[in-house]
Nanobody
Framework: QVQLVESGGGLVQAGGSLRLSCAAS????????MGWYRQAPGKQRELVAT???????NYADPVKGRFTISRDNAKNTVYLQMNNLKSEDTAVYYC????????????????WGPGNQVTVSS
């Protein structure tokens, strides 16, 4: 089982920046990918960005050019740098991981972090 600990959320004015962090621990042979999702009030959870172990990234259209996902493989940590924040970015942000728990495992185990509130005031 993998535990995900998130940090870095909070309240910021529109146009400001925040950096989220998510550290993974537990039974980990290899972290194949990590990512961020978000859920605004009354809306479904949606993809924000993902990054593979090789560094390939994927972004949702609304955040392209403003958000940057990165990872530190040695620390099993993923980051989300959020710049030029807008009121529509207000949401609970969730870390997500795809982990191969053992070398002999046939499939990845997926886990969610508890969520981190990001509020952007206009």
């Amino acid at each position: 089982q993998v535990q995900l600990v998130e940090s870095g959320g909070g309240l910021v004015q529109a146009g400001g920046s925040l950096r989220l962090s998510c550290a993974a621990s537990g039974t980990i042979f290899r972290i194949n990918a990590m990512g961020w999702y978000r859920q605004a009030p009354g809306k479904q959870r949606e993809l924000v960005a993902t990054i593979t172990s090789g560094g390939n990234t994927n972004y949702a259209d609304p955040v392209k050019g403003r958000f940057t996902i990165s990872r530190d493989n040695a620390k099993n940590t993923v980051y989300l740098q959020m710049n030029n924040l807008k009121s529509e970015d207000t949401a609970v942000y969730y870390c997500h991981s795809w982990v191969r728990p053992y070398a002999s495992s046939a499939v990845d185990v997926t886990d969610w972090g508890p969520g981190n509130q990001v509020t952007v005031s206009s």
